[in-house]
């Protein structure tokens, strides 16, 4: 398994809301992928402009094919019009 | 239940496996803890330098108990000393 943490912080201008109905419809196409174990938006208790997913993945190869859905395609461009910065973390746990 | 992300980059010059070792200490003492989840050390698969713990606790509480514990206030100082920069975030899900 592999995990994802895709932090994105917000444009200041940006009403959260409209970020957090993109990125709805995102969970709820990729949760019916092949091989996503989990898929969901976390909001910062601390700070209401960050955003981040957390992502589980039963392999690297399942995750280039998340990349390359219809849904990805067309909501990541438009998710990234609304952020200031973003970073993503490819993790290995190590036991 | 709420989930913290806590990202470390290493100085260049440390050895990994130094950071690691104190690392699974905290984390084999951190899963004995009322009120914790999860608690994993992950390294990231495109980059030798960061380590991510992904962490879930039941409430903020039990991670306001977690950072006074003995084990926290003696290793996390030690993993400081190791770590070029570091983030934490903490989070909970938008349904």
């Known amino acids: 398994m592999i995990k994802v943490v895709a932090?994105?912080?917000?444009?200041?201008?940006v009403n959260p809301e409209d970020y957090i109905m993109l990125a709805r419809e995102l969970v709820a196409e990729t949760r019916k992928e092949k091989g996503c174990i989990s898929y969901a938006l976390h909001e910062d208790i601390n700070d209401p402009t960050i955003f981040t997913m957390l992502e589980e993945?039963?392999?690297e190869q399942a995750l280039e094919q998340?990349?390359?859905?219809?849904?990805?395609v067309r909501i990541i461009p438009e998710l990234k019009k609304l952020r200031e910065s973003g970073e993503l973390n490819i993790y290995r746990e190590i036991k």
């Open 66 to 72: 998340h990349n390359q859905t219809a849904h990805m």
């Open 57 to 59: 993945w039963e392999n």
């Open 7 to 13: 932090k994105a912080k917000l444009k200041p201008e």
